[in-house]
């Protein structure tokens, strides 16, 4: 996700965001009413979000939320193809690849870290 789209979906400023993660504010100074929408976004506690920034294990849950519908369609379906050992894998890899593609070049949506964490995670020998 996006700093931008960080922001919008927790409805809070993008300069604060900015802020934030450039270090220019800390977290911990900030309002409560801040930490609370960002964690809420991100799908973590506020405790975990104030506590150092979000772990590792953390960060790759939260790369994992908010994902357009088709990556997530795509995404899910290839988790069903892996668990059913289906197949069309081959077929249902190409979809997820183009997805993610699609999602971080053409649309904009993820960031490139973004895209390697599921390109790697999913497609390039990763199990689930």
């Not at 790369?63 to 081959?90: R, T, V, W």
Request: glycine share 8%; with cysteine; net charge negative.
């Amino acid at each position: 996700m996006t700093k931008y789209r960080l922001a919008i979906e927790a409805g809070i400023p993008h300069a604060t965001l900015n802020d934030i993660c450039s270090g220019k504010t800390k977290l911990e100074k900030s309002s409560a009413e801040t930490v609370y929408k960002l964690a809420k976004t991100l799908g973590v506690s506020m405790e975990l979000l104030t506590e150092g920034g979000i772990h590792q294990a953390e960060r790759e849950r939260a790369y994992e939320f908010g994902l357009p519908d088709y990556l997530q369609h795509d995404l899910d379906a290839y988790k069903d193809g892996l668990k059913s050992h289906s197949s069309l894998m081959d077929c249902l890899w190409g979809e997820l690849y183009g997805s993610i593609n699609m999602a971080e070049i053409s649309d904009g949506i993820i960031t490139h870290e973004h895209a390697e964490y599921l390109r790697k995670k999913y497609l390039y020998g990763a199990k689930i």
